[in-house]
């Protein structure tokens, strides 16, 4: 039923073996974060501050320019995996379900560890509203999960 062996396929090439559902998710996960990782890396006061709902913070000197210099270099690195994703989707889809235990890595680190185990579940001093990605994370994990199961899934 599953085929675990295609999540390191021997040869990277554009024979996607997986669910399709798998697939077309997997491309809709790509834009969607694609444009997430372009508002954090472009529009850093925008994806901070009206969407994460993350306060504004004063001081001297101030350090609301080194919050967003590191939340924009986070954008660009999420824009680079986003490109590596692009090119699989383009060129090498049988490298889909390797990128699935990518991504589910990342959203399972998210929900689980830096809310458990790094201590910050409760980041209300600092923010202004909830924070989408940090609420839909599990959810995320979750949906990852079962789509990266349909991409390792044999079809008939």
Not at 1 to 25: C, E, R
Request: hydrophobic share 55%.
């Amino acid at each position: 039923m599953f085929n675990f062996k295609t999540i390191f396929p021997s040869v990277a090439d554009n024979n996607y073996q997986g669910s399709k559902v798998a697939l077309y998710f997997f491309i809709l996960l790509t834009a969607a974060m694609t444009w997430r990782s372009i508002i954090h890396m472009f529009f850093v006061d925008y994806g901070l501050h009206d969407i994460a709902n993350f306060i504004h913070f004063d001081g001297n000197p101030d350090p609301s320019k080194l919050i967003h210099f590191f939340f924009s270099i986070w954008g660009f690195a999420e824009l680079i995996f986003c490109i590596v994703c692009w090119t699989v989707i383009i060129k090498y889809r049988s490298l889909i379900p390797a990128l699935y235990t990518l991504w589910l890595t990342e959203w399972s680190v998210r929900a689980f560890y830096y809310s458990q185990v790094m201590g910050i579940a409760d980041m209300s001093a600092y923010k202004t509203g909830v924070t989408p990605g940090a609420v839909g994370a599990p959810y995320l994990f979750v949906v990852l999960l079962i789509f990266f199961l349909l991409s390792i899934r044999t079809r008939k």
